[in-house]
Nanobody
């Protein structure tokens, strides 16, 4: 019912920039939460940044001042502008969303959705 499609990963040198995007499509009634997680080799997946429908935007401390999260509500798309990248930012970045869908005239309970992941590699 819902797809999250990511783009924008790649290889960059330390100090460089990348911009990730994630577009949600399907029978969307409301996007409750949408953002980005990342998972480095051998580490747990961690929340990088997200917004909530209540207007809150969260950043993990390690990216504050370097990453900027933004969204285009009309396109159901979020972006993660990543500046001053460091080797420790190397990870697979996953788009995540908690979305309420609508089927004909029925509003369904919110569900958690994941994108396929996009690799970000920062070389030193």
């Amino acid at each position: 019912q819902v797809q999250l499609v990511e783009s924008g990963g790649g290889l960059v040198q330390a100090g460089g920039s990348l911009r990730l995007s994630c577009a949600a499509s399907g029978s969307i009634f409301r996007i409750n939460v949408m953002g980005w997680y990342r998972q480095a080799p051998g580490k747990q997946r961690e929340l990088v940044a997200h917004f909530t429908s209540g207007g809150t935007t969260y950043y993990v401390d390690s990216v504050k001042g370097r990453f900027t999260f933004s969204r285009d509500n009309a396109k159901n798309t979020v972006y993660l502008q990543m500046n001053s990248l460091k080797p420790e930012d190397t990870a697979v970045y996953f788009c995540n969303a908690v979305i309420t869908t609508q089927t004909i005239d029925v509003v369904n309970p919110p569900r958690n959705y994941w994108g396929q992941g996009t690799q970000v590699t920062v070389s030193s």
